[in-house]
């Protein structure tokens, strides 16, 4: 005798559950858009800065970096540039290293050379723009 079909009483989320949170997902998607953007507009800016500059010397690149309005666009870039990076990366390792051990010290990497970097890129553009 053929046995019926038994419906499956378990809800789907029950399935799910233990697959992965699903509660930081947005907010990490939808900052990685925002610093997209932002780049978008910041690199153009920094390559048409850097593109006025060609065949100016030291002083005249220095006094132009060192005005605060390319300061400040500078720097947004330098650390929109790391973030974005940083989220960028962080996506690679959760999509492609399996190992908890791995994974866990390359996010550390990833956070402490983002950082490390930005914080370089930022104190550079201060000290040009102050002048030390």
Same mark, same amino acid.
């Given at each position: 005798?053929? !046995?019926?079909? !038994?419906?499956?009483?378990?809800?789907?989320?029950?399935?799910?559950?233990?697959?992965?949170?699903?509660?930081?997902?947005?907010?990490?998607?939808?900052?990685?858009?925002?610093?997209?953007?932002?780049?978008? +507009?910041?690199?153009?800016?920094?390559?048409?800065?850097?593109?006025?500059?060609?065949?100016?010397?030291?002083?005249?690149?220095?006094?132009?970096?060192?005005?605060?309005?390319?300061?400040?666009?500078?720097?947004?870039?330098?650390?929109?540039?790391?973030?974005?990076?940083?989220?960028?990366?962080?996506?690679?390792?959760?999509?492609?290293?399996?190992?908890? +051990?791995?994974?866990?010290?390359?996010?550390?990497?990833?956070?402490?050379?983002?950082?490390?970097?930005?914080?370089?890129?930022?104190?550079?553009?201060?000290?040009?723009?102050?002048?030390?």
């Amino acid at each position: 005798m053929i !046995k019926p079909h !038994k419906p499956h009483l378990r809800n789907p989320l029950k399935n799910a559950r233990g697959l992965g949170s699903a509660k930081d997902g947005t907010g990490h998607f939808i900052v990685q858009r925002v610093t997209a953007i932002a780049l978008i +507009f910041l690199a153009i800016y920094a390559v048409g800065l850097i593109i006025s500059m060609i065949g100016d010397d030291y002083a005249t690149v220095r006094a132009t970096v060192a005005h605060p309005c390319h300061a400040i666009l500078l720097t947004a870039f330098s650390i929109a540039t790391f973030w974005h990076a940083k989220l960028g990366v962080q996506v690679i390792i959760e999509d492609y290293v399996h190992t908890p +051990f791995s994974a866990t010290a390359l996010h550390l990497l990833n956070i402490f050379v983002c950082a490390l970097a930005g914080i370089a890129s930022v104190l550079a553009i201060v000290r040009i723009a102050l002048g030390a």
